[in-house]
């Protein structure tokens, strides 16, 4: 009985500094991942409209009853995380989306559209596919199907669909969609809210 209660009080204590332990390397390293995700963020912001000056972004509340609209319409798993308007919305806007259909997990892009609805820019912030395969999608020989094109909605073209084709990436077609689709919310919901 006795050895039961001492290697409960020792598994107690060790429970006890290691929560203490994580707590405290978590406010210690809290700060300082946050600011690295806002410069992050700022960057690819700036990625898809590079035109526009680092003040020229403001953040705006995303509308999610549009967003959760878009996404039934579109069938896909994905969230509108954030939006900022570009000079007020008379260059532009950007959307950050996440789509979480791609094959190593979710995919965060962050997509820019100008005033006119032509796709600017695709930039990623986060992405854990296959290496070799997967990971393509962050090669401008990608992701740059997108930019310049004004659409309505855009689909792999292996699959069949209406608005402009994408090509697939070879071995990565799951990653193809999960960015199409990811593209696809950025754009019902430019379209759709503003």
Known sequence: MNKIIRNTIILTVITVISGFLLGLVYEITAEPIARTQEAAKKEAWQAVFPEASEDA????????????????????????????????????????VTDGEGYGGDIQITVGITADGTVSGVSFLSISETAGLGMKAQEPSFYEQYVGVQAERFYVSKDGGEGEPIDAISGATITTRAVTGAVNTALGYFQNAF
């Open 57 to 96: 972004f403001q953040q705006i509340d995303v509308d999610a009853d549009v967003a959760a609209q878009v996404v039934k319409d579109l069938g896909v798993d994905a969230t509108v995380d954030e939006v900022c308007a570009v000079d007020g919305g008379e260059t532009g806007y950007v959307v950050t």
